[in-house]
């Protein structure tokens, strides 16, 4: 079975700061990884994704994340973060072996917190 | 193009009751997926349709069903309601059944047992 690990449950940064939300997953076999953003009193929204190829992979918004596979790790940065980007964010996977089904295993989320 | 829709938002059940979720998925998407998010569990996965057929189950009791029609337009129902069944129920659409493409999500349902 296909689990994922969020380790900070919150991180607080200040405006400008780069930041990185670290998620590690452990599975048999391949995976697809996903990271989604969650603003409060709104559902998920897909950040971004990787699928195969280029193990990095960046959003439209300024953040990216790097499979890496030796330490079945996909964790997201941002060089430099604005207050708008305060939201949970969750990391997700599933099992690329599988039914290929739309399930997906969450992280229990991080908190990004941007002060002034 | 309208988004993922849920209603009702807000919800507010006793002990014992049933109730039931419903979810529009953005026009033209055939697959439905449902979660539930709570502060001790995170996101956990509970069921998805595509084209009106359970496709795939989570680790949920039988309590918890659902359903889709023909628009694609699916229900969700939680029988003999337990104080652990708050949570914010979250429906996600997509255009087939596959990890290839996106989910979208809904703003959710938040559902309190009292």
């Known amino acids: 079975a296909q689990s994922v690990t969020q380790l900070d449950s919150q991180v607080p940064v200040f405006e400008e700061a780069p930041v990185e939300l670290r998620c590690n997953y452990s599975?048999?076999?391949?995976?697809?990884l996903f990271w989604y953003v969650q603003y409060p009193n709104q559902g998920l929204q897909l950040l971004l994704k990787?699928?195969?190829?280029?193990?990095l992979v960046e959003s439209i918004n300024g953040f990216e994340a790097e499979f890496n596979k030796s330490q079945t790790s996909f964790h997201l940065r941002k060089p430099s973060v604005h207050i708008s980007d305060t939201a949970e964010y969750f990391c997700?996977?599933?099992?690329?072996?599988?039914?290929?089904?739309?399930?997906?295993?969450f992280g229990k989320g991080t908190m990004l917190l941007v002060s002034p | 193009k309208a988004g993922v829709t849920q209603t009702p938002r807000y919800l507010i059940k006793t002990r014992g009751q049933q109730v039931t979720l419903s979810c529009s998925p953005i026009?033209?998407?055939?697959?439905v997926s449902w979660y539930q998010q709570t502060p001790g569990q995170g996101l956990q996965f509970l069921f998805e349709?595509?084209?009106?057929?359970?496709?795939n189950k989570g680790n949920f009791p039988g309590r918890f069903s659902g359903r889709q029609f023909s628009n694609s337009r699916s229900e969700m129902n939680v029988s003999t309601l337990e104080l652990g069944d708050s949570a914010l129920y979250l429906c996600?659409?997509?255009?087939?059944?596959?990890?290839?493409?996106?989910?979208?999500f809904g703003p959710g349902t938040r559902l309190t047992v009292t």
């Open positions: 026009s033209g998407h055939r697959s």
């Open positions: 599975s048999s076999v391949s995976v697809y």
């Open positions: 990787y699928l195969s190829g280029s193990t």
């Open positions: 997700a996977v599933s099992d690329r072996a599988g039914s290929g089904y739309s399930t997906l295993t």
């Open positions: 996600a659409s997509s255009l087939d059944s596959s990890l290839l493409y996106e989910q979208y």
């Open positions: 349709y595509f084209s009106e057929t359970q496709r």
